[in-house]
């Protein structure tokens, strides 16, 4: 861990739960803080960015989608959603608050390690396959090695997790990605995550450089197959 | 214990309609043909008969003159077509046709006129109907008698019966005809009934009745409404009570999970008892966790109308998938080459799982897995998972599907860590794809579980 632990911060009102998280992360070498709700959570966030951020969807007062959307308006840290509904309803909604993935309770510790590694991952700077410094096509400009994209010579902020998937399309014009490779590449969980992670951060990729939404030119979807970046 | 079917209310209405239409239309027609065959008649005889009057009168005249010629007198009477006048005069008979003698003239109609009566009478000549009158001629020792041949009158009363046998039949027709279009018309709210009512036995709760105007079928259609209703809040009210109860176990399952993982990474320091009593207690806690989300999963399936999107999944690539996650080692795979582009219409997660459900089974209580295959079937495919185990007694083969069926199953399975809802989940997964999941015994020994699924593309 490089001498300075990763910290995790932990958003759970169940007292037990917090507890045995913190046992079980600090075994695995992280650093632990932990909030019973979003108020005290966003609390710590504002004096301190953890690395990564468990969130309990189920809080009292400020729930965790408001909680999601309100660390996401200041910060770019890595959001792993911890719902025990596992409904589609409830994981889209909280993938759409902003969080770059789920987890559905209960968990096993092994699972919940690999997915923050994975996340922790994707916030290294990423060099490209050829290694030049730059990467265009239709009217997209990035530098992946400094984390700057522009859209048609505007700068546009992309979360880790959108930036990686640009990364994925733009290094492979053309080429048809499956949910499944995506969810592979990008989140690094081969077959153990949920399509429905990508297709959220699809639209939420296309609402940041599409000018048309519903009518997407760059991130297109192959109906049956997956997605392709037109070049 | 078999009832005997009826014929169809339809049917049996039609027929109740159609024979009182013909009871009364028959009724109606022979009373109209016998009136009117009564009228015709008497007024042909009234006519008849004032003829033979007159021509009794010539006759009397004409015979009282001096030499009366009798041939004569017959050949200047005034007779209607088909009317024939014979004269008798002291024993001899005189007659303006050859085909009529005297001789067809029957006995009631000659005595009574010997004896001074006058006679009217229907008889036969040759078989035709005809009208015969006798009128005694006292004063010149004669008697005159005419017979008129009848036939236009039975051609015009055959003609009325086949007009009124024809009115007849039409009206039984139509009766029927009503009967039919009637039951139709009432049955139409019970068959609508029994469609709505077949939908929602395979599970579709958004069926309702279009509301009915008519009073006493609106009752009908509003309670089944409100039965449906009722149900409908019922199976959910159930459902999600089972749901709440697995999403209550999350958290503490969660903490018990998250310690338990904690005593696994600091084995080494607990005494060999103390180890031996974790491990126990963490396969019972993943088991307990499995027993949550297989709950969750059926208490998902039987919630009715969950909105799911469907998409075209390859099924063997999704076999070879579930295959790759490489918890059931190394496995013989039989796949036809014709079905590597089939397609299954549904829900990926649900196929998975009801696929590794099945694998599950085949290693904890099959003995292991021997061969999985892919096989064509009409417009369906089939998944087949053959074991090594003992089989499955042919008193369990419905049963094993069955929820928590282990306890009753006439065999013990073992229990090595299984949820006892397993195999229901395949079953639930394979009717909600349109399919079904069977189980019988290999030739070789051994069970063999089949889950078809209908395919939506061409092979």
């Known amino acids: ?231 | 214990m078999r009832t005997r079917r009826r014929l169809r209310l339809s049917v049996r209405l039609a027929v109740t309609f159609g024979v009182g239409a013909l009871l009364v239309s028959t009724l109606l027609a022979s009373t109209t043909y016998f009136l009117s065959r009564r009228y015709l008649a008497r007024e042909q005889e009234h006519t008849v008969l004032r003829q033979a009057y007159f021509n009794a009168a010539v006759v009397r005249g004409g015979m009282q003159a001096q030499n009366p010629n009798v041939p004569a007198l017959l050949d200047v009477l005034p007779a209607g077509i088909g009317t024939n006048a014979l004269i008798e005069q002291g024993g001899r008979w005189y007659s303006t046709s050859l085909t009529v003698s005297r001789d067809g003239l029957p006995a009631a109609v000659k005595l009574p006129v010997r004896d001074g009566e006058v006679v009217q009478a229907w008889i036969r000549i040759n078989g035709a109907p005809a009208l015969a009158e006798g009128i005694p001629l006292p004063s010149v020792d004669g008697a005159y008698f005419q017979i008129t041949n009848e036939t236009a009158l039975s051609r015009t009363l055959e003609v009325l019966r086949a007009v009124l046998a024809a009115a007849a039949a039409a009206a039984t027709l139509a009766g029927a005809v009503v009967g039919w279009w009637a039951s139709r018309r009432l049955t139409a709210p019970l068959r609508s009934v029994a469609a709505a009512a077949e939908r929602i036995a395979v599970g579709d709760f958004q069926t309702s009745l279009p509301p009915e105007t008519d009073v006493e079928l609106g009752g009908l259609v509003d309670s089944f409404n409100a039965m449906v209703d009722a149900l409908k809040e019922r199976i959910e009210r159930d459902a999600r009570f089972a749901g709440d109860v697995s999403h209550e176990l999350r958290s503490p399952l969660t903490t018990l999970s998250t310690a338990l993982s904690v005593l696994q990474g600091r084995r080494n320091e607990l005494s060999s008892r103390g180890a031996d009593a974790l491990d126990l207690l963490s396969g019972e806690v993943q088991r307990f966790q499995r027993l949550v989300e297989d709950l969750l999963e059926i208490s998902r399936a039987d919630e009715p109308g969950a909105p799911v999107d469907r998409e075209s999944i390859r099924i063997c690539e999704l076999v070879l998938q579930v295959l790759a996650e490489g918890r059931y080692g190394e496995v013989t795979t039989d796949i036809d080459s014709r079905l590597l582009d089939a397609t299954v219409e549904g829900d990926k997660r649900r196929l998975e799982q009801a696929l590794r459900n099945l694998l599950d089974n085949a290693q904890r209580h099959g003995g292991g897995i021997v061969r999985v295959a892919v096989e064509p079937l009409d417009d369906a495919v089939a998944v087949v998972v053959d074991d090594m185990g003992p089989g499955v007694p042919a008193a369990d083969v419905e049963r094993i599907f069955d929820r928590f069926a282990r306890g009753r199953l006439s065999r013990r399975r073992g229990s090595q860590g299984g949820t006892g809802l397993g195999l229901a989940i395949v079953r639930e997964h394979a009717r909600w794809h349109g399919g079904h999941v069977a189980v019988r015994n290999r030739p070789g020994g051994g069970a063999r579980f089949q889950l078809e699924l209908p395919t939506s593309g061409a092979h």
């Not at chain 1, 958003?11 to 600090?26: G, K, P, T």
């Not at chain 1, 880790?160 to 399309?169: G, S, V």
């Not at chain 1, 048309?212 to 037109?230: L, M, S």
């Open chain 1, 1 to 231: 861990m490089d001498g300075v632990s990763d910290s995790v911060l932990v958003v759970d009102d169940d007292d037990r739960i917090r507890a045995s998280l913190r046992l079980a992360l600090e075994d695995h070498g992280y650093r632990v803080v932990d909030a019973a709700d979003a108020e005290t959570a966003l609390e710590s966030i504002g004096r301190e960015v953890p690395d990564v951020v468990l969130l309990d969807l189920m809080l009292p007062g400020i729930d965790g989608f408001e909680c999601c959307r309100r660390i996401r308006r200041e910060h770019d840290v890595p959001i792993l959603v911890v719902s025990a509904r596992a409904d589609s309803h409830d994981v889209v909604a909280g993938l759409e608050a902003g969080a770059d993935d789920y987890i559905r309770k209960p968990f096993d510790m092994p699972e919940l390690t690999a997915r923050i590694r994975a996340l922790r991952r994707r916030l290294q700077p990423t060099a490209t396959l050829d290694g030049s410094s730059e990467l265009r096509g239709a009217g997209v400009w990035m530098a992946p090695d400094r984390g700057e994209v522009r859209v048609d010579g505007q700068s546009v902020h992309l979360t880790k997790t959108e930036f990686r998937l640009l990364l994925e399309f733009m290094q492979h014009p053309g080429r048809v990605f499956t949910r499944e490779v995506l969810l592979d590449r990008v989140w690094d969980y081969g077959y153990f995550g949920d399509p429905r992670i990508v297709d959220v951060h699809i639209g939420r990729l296309r609402a940041k450089i599409e000018g048309d939404t519903a009518n997407p030119t760059r991130v297109v979807t192959v109906r049956g197959f997956g997605y392709k970046f037109d070049a």
